[in-house]
């Protein structure tokens, strides 16, 4: 799978420089956005878009973002030859900060509606102790469509793991991401017991809806299909996803990287998968042994995205915003309303498939 690999705002541009670090995208397939050219790492020489018409940044206002977004498409900076060159563009972005956040749903458009490119979202969510990252949050998967693939990393997920250190948590939910995207494309493919073939994995790969993406390393070999099914329940129970409210999944991919001594204790129901994510449309088996390291990785694709999570955020968010002095903040003055007790505000994930190409006008009419 050719992917052109985007980071948006701060933390999409750590991501990005943490897979160009690992070896998961080349600088040349990869592309950086941000507001202000003050934000990109110094090490990075590939291809970058500045948003902002003066070079300054958007702070945590998603409204900034967007206007620097929407002044960028219409200025032609979005103009890229090189996007000829990927049939699958993957956003990774915050879901907290102000670019990323603002910036990305319609950045999504931009590849999708004008390149007609298939569109991964990887969206981090954050520590969920500010207001305003509570709320960007809320608009952010209220302004996603349901026509991209998307996944979230849980930055608060890896707190424990880094002993409460929030810099190397977000060091470890960027691994995270560079394990996904290798699953995502198939990086660890070998031909030996070859059963997914390219068009398998670009199909589990690109059905639409959310997505969760595991891969488990194991300590040590297989004693038996219980010992199997172990393994495959705390992946589900330790996944660093936001967890799905329903089972649904379209199409379910598994790689198995197994010792053929370990083949016996492989439960092929894959019964612990399917009760977490639903009984696929769909089911790929990759099966192959590299030498080196055991492990099971596996892809669930088209399921609804978990609203009710979401809307958990948005309680506490509502709880936050108590607390302030709403007159007094002009945060809170210019705060569109977001009665999400009236049904047509609830998140509606379900919107028209956009399929042909647009202009740059007939794209920037959907704004006005």
Not at 80 to 86: P, Q, R, S, T, V
Not at 125 to 135: A, H, I, P, Q, S
Request: hydrophobic share 35%.
């Amino acid at each position: 799978m050719k992917v052109m690999l985007i980071g948006t705002g701060a933390a999409g541009n750590k991501a990005l420089m943490s897979a160009i670090n690992n070896g998961v995208i080349k600088e040349e397939d990869a592309l950086m956005i941000n507001s202000t050219s003050k934000d990109f790492p110094e090490e990075y020489n590939g291809d970058t878009i500045v948003l902002s018409p003066n070079d300054t940044g958007a702070g945590k206002e998603i409204a900034v973002a967007r206007d620097y977004t929407l002044s960028a498409v219409k200025n032609g900076k979005f103009n890229l030859d090189k996007i000829n060159n990927y049939s699958t563009v993957v956003i990774c972005s915050s879901v907290e900060g102000g670019t990323g956040c603002g910036s990305t749903p319609i950045i999504a458009k931009v590849f999708s509606q004008m390149y007609h490119k298939n569109v991964h979202i990887i969206a981090f969510t954050g520590f969920e102790e500010d207001v305003r990252g509570l709320k960007n949050t809320i608009e952010f998967f209220k302004n996603i469509s349901s026509e991209y693939i998307i996944q979230t990393i849980s930055n608060k997920s890896f707190l424990r793991l880094a002993g409460g250190n929030k810099f190397k948590a977000e060091e470890m939910a960027n691994n995270e991401m560079c394990q996904r995207i290798r699953v995502l494309r198939g990086m660890d493919f070998i031909n030996s017991k070859q059963n997914i073939d390219d068009t398998d994995i670009l199909k589990v790969s690109n059905t639409a809806g959310y997505m969760t993406v595991e891969k488990q390393e194991f300590a040590k070999p297989l004693i038996d299909k219980e010992d199997f099914n172990k393994i495959i329940k705390q992946m589900v129970y330790n996944s660093k996803s936001i967890k799905t409210e329903n089972p649904g999944a379209v199409r379910l991919g598994v790689i198995l990287n197994i010792d053929p001594a370990s083949e016996d204790a492989v439960d092929y129901s894959f019964a612990d998968l399917k009760t977490a994510y639903g009984n696929p449309f769909e089911c790929f088996l990759q099966e192959q042994w590299d030498g080196k390291q055991e492990y099971i990785a596996f892809i669930a694709s088209g399921m609804q995205m978990p609203l009710s999570e979401i809307e958990a955020i948005y309680d506490r968010y509502q709880e936050q915003t108590a607390k302030v002095n709403k007159a007094s903040d002009d945060f809170f003055a210019e705060m569109q309303s977001m009665s999400m007790d009236e049904e047509d505000e609830k998140f509606d994930m379900i919107r028209p498939v956009q399929k042909s190409q647009m202009s740059v006008d007939d794209f920037m009419k959907q704004f006005e």
